[in-house]
Nanobody
């Protein structure tokens, strides 16, 4: 079955860290751009971080810049979202998605782009308490 699966979500206190993983099944992420999105209760989905297929171009949501990083390990077909200095407002379900089509990282990270991704995960819950 061709899919991407997220893991690593947890409940942490403010200031804590988590590393989310996005693993592909049935195909390699090497030629795919990756997007991390999140959705909090009652709020619209937003693009958190996106990376092109080469891994050389990335973008981040303004509110997570300097705290989150994204990295790709093609040998493991895995993309990581390292989240440091977490804040209560980071609480959300985090989703990863893989996109084959070439576009800019800025374009692939807009919320409306979510539906255009070729593979979209089921999400992992991140809860940050104050």
């Amino acid at each position: 079955q061709l899919q991407v699966v997220e893991s690593g979500g947890d409940s942490v206190q403010s200031g804590g860290s988590l590393r989310l993983s996005c693993v592909s099944s049935g195909f390699s992420l090497a030629n795919f751009a990756i997007g991390w999105f999140r959705q909090a209760p009652g709020r619209e989905r937003e693009g958190v971080s996106c990376m092109d297929s080469s891994g050389r171009s990335t973008t981040f949501l303004d509110s997570v810049k300097g705290r989150f990083t994204i990295a790709k390990d093609n040998t493991k077909s895995t993309v990581y979202l390292q989240m440091n200095n977490l804040k209560p407002e980071d609480t959300a379900v985090y989703y990863c998605a893989a996109l084959r089509r070439i576009t800019t990282v800025e374009a692939m990270c807009v919320p409306e782009k979510w539906a255009a991704y070729d593979y979209r995960g089921q999400g992992t819950q991140v809860t940050v308490s104050s």
